[in-house]
């Protein structure tokens, strides 16, 4: 159990355009939801937080009106980045937790690749 | 939130044993320490989880001395598909923020 989805698993797309990722937590329901990004060769950062039903809590240095995020049901969370430039070319990843706890589960990513 | 400190790389040959420790200095009574393996394009993978001594499961284990100012995530017998970043996480249990730290970079060789 505790599956997460990505959609689509690597994207290509010509700078200024939009792009959709979405999120799906697929035997479970996930209270929270968690969008990070992960350059070549380093870390993961976490970029925002959202609830189900409410707005994204997005983290120091986070555009919020670049990287917009809806979190419409329990199951599905959609990260679009808007305007993308060659600099938003990065690994997406998704996790989401059922509960309050600290126990994620992490989608397989979303390689972006903005020409 | 406690920061994490681990080494940024380590070796090993198939069939050891490989030991990775985080150093939490401050890490608060609340905190839990959990581990994570993310091999390159993938995200990230639960591991192990503990708050104190030994932690057993049929992947790894975990020791965290009495202190917990820092912990050692033990690897028996690693194989080349072992080869990946490993990430020390200090979490509140009601906390649900993860902030990652730099991770290990394990190369298993043959």
């Known amino acids: 159990g505790a599956v997460v989805s990505q959609h689509p698993s690597w994207v290509i797309c010509k700078s200024g355009t939009s792009v959709k990722i979405e999120c799906r937590s697929l035997?479970?329901?996930?209270?929270?939801m968690f969008w990070y990004r992960q350059f070549p060769k380093q870390s993961l950062m976490l970029m925002a937080t959202s609830n189900e039903g409410s707005k994204a809590t997005y983290e120091q240095g986070v555009e919020k009106d670049k990287f917009l995020i809806n979190h419409a049901s329990l199951t599905l969370s959609t990260l679009t980045v808007t305007s993308a430039h060659p600099e938003d070319s990065s690994f997406y990843i998704c996790s989401a937790s059922k509960d309050s706890n600290n126990e994620q589960f992490f989608g397989p990513g979303t390689r972006l690749t903005v020409l | 939130l406690a920061k994490t400190t681990q080494p940024i790389s380590m070796d090993s040959y198939e069939g050891q044993e490989v030991n990775i420790t985080c150093s939490h200095n401050?890490?608060?009574?609340?905190?839990?320490i959990t581990w994570y393996q993310q091999f390159p394009s993938q995200g990230p993978r639960f591991i192990i989880q503990?708050?104190?001594t030994k932690v057993t499961n049929e992947v790894a284990s975990l020791f965290i001395p009495a202190d917990r100012k820092s912990s050692t995530l033990s690897l028996p017998r690693v194989s080349l598909s072992d080869t990946a970043v490993y990430y020390c996480?200090?979490?509140?249990?009601?906390?649900?923020?993860?902030?990652f730290g730099s991770g290990t970079k394990l190369n298993v060789k043959p």
């Open positions: 503990g708050y104190k």
């Open positions: 035997d479970f329901q996930a209270t929270t």
């Open positions: 401050n890490i608060a009574t609340n905190d839990y």
């Open positions: 996480l200090v979490v509140p249990y009601n906390f649900n923020k993860f902030y």
